[in-house]
């Protein structure tokens, strides 16, 4: 089956400090891509998506993901945390209109 | 900004018993989706819904599993026989246009303990 891959179970920054969060794909032609965040006792909230076209895609709250087809990878970013940012960040790929999620990252922000 | 509501938030049941997850999609969408997080897990996809029918499912949705939209506005899980391993949060999701680059609008999720 297919699946995403994302390889950071758990990260800790300092706040202030910039943050990358990986996410890799096996699909051989360009999917549609997602990056959804959940804190703690909430719903998934939607950060940024991408289907074609720039292949630098910004979202809400200041971050931006980039498509990498040479790398299947389309990681996500941060130039400065803020403590606000803790919770988990989850990759997922569009598949005919059901998604299949990584394994998310837990980000730990550190004052 | 309107938004997927569950309820509710949690429940705790007993193996066997049979629960009712509800949702209220927002309001102008057209296509509904159950997903469900075991604890530690991938969230994973359970099924999609459109126009009263099943569009998908997958392997985990068997036939202890039924949807249905029993008014215009809820959308709803049943488990008919619950079993210990049925224990995670179930998320409801909602979109516009059913596709596969689309945005599916997730609500806080309901979660479920089988003892």
């Known amino acids: 089956a297919q699946s995403v891959t994302q390889p950071d179970i758990h990260i800790t920054v300092s706040e202030g400090a910039s943050l990358e969060l990986r996410c890799n794909y096996p699909?051989?032609?360009?999917?549609?891509l997602f990056w959804y965040v959940q804190s703690p006792g909430q719903g998934l909230q939607l950060l940024l998506k991408y289907f074609s076209g720039d292949t630098l895609v910004q979202g809400i709250k200041g971050f931006e993901a980039e498509f990498k087809r040479s790398q299947s990878s389309f990681n996500l970013r941060k130039p400065s945390v803020h403590w606000s940012d803790a919770a988990e960040y989850f990759c997922a790929v569009g598949l005919r209109g059901q998604l299949t999620f990584g394994s998310g990252t837990q980000l730990t922000v550190l004052p | 900004e309107p938004e997927v509501t569950q309820t509710p938030s949690h429940q705790v049941t007993q193996m066997g018993q049979e629960v009712i997850l509800r949702c209220v999609p927002i309001?102008?969408?057209?296509?509904f989706y159950w997903y469900r997080q075991i604890l530690g897990q991938k969230v994973e996809f359970l099924v999609s819904?459109?126009?009263?029918?099943?569009?998908?499912k997958s392997e985990i949705f068997d036939d202890q599993f039924s949807v249905e939209r029993p008014d215009g506005s809820n959308f709803t899980l049943k488990i008919r026989s619950t079993k210990l391993e049925d224990s995670a949060m179930y998320f409801c999701?909602?979109?516009?246009?059913?596709?596969?680059?689309?945005?599916?609008?997730f609500g806080p999720g309901t979660r479920l303990l089988v003892l």
């Open positions: 999701a909602s979109g516009s246009a059913g596709t596969a680059q689309e945005t599916q609008y």
């Open positions: 309001s102008n969408h057209l296509y």
């Open positions: 819904f459109y126009n009263n029918e099943i569009s998908e």
């Open positions: 699909y051989g032609a360009t999917p549609y």
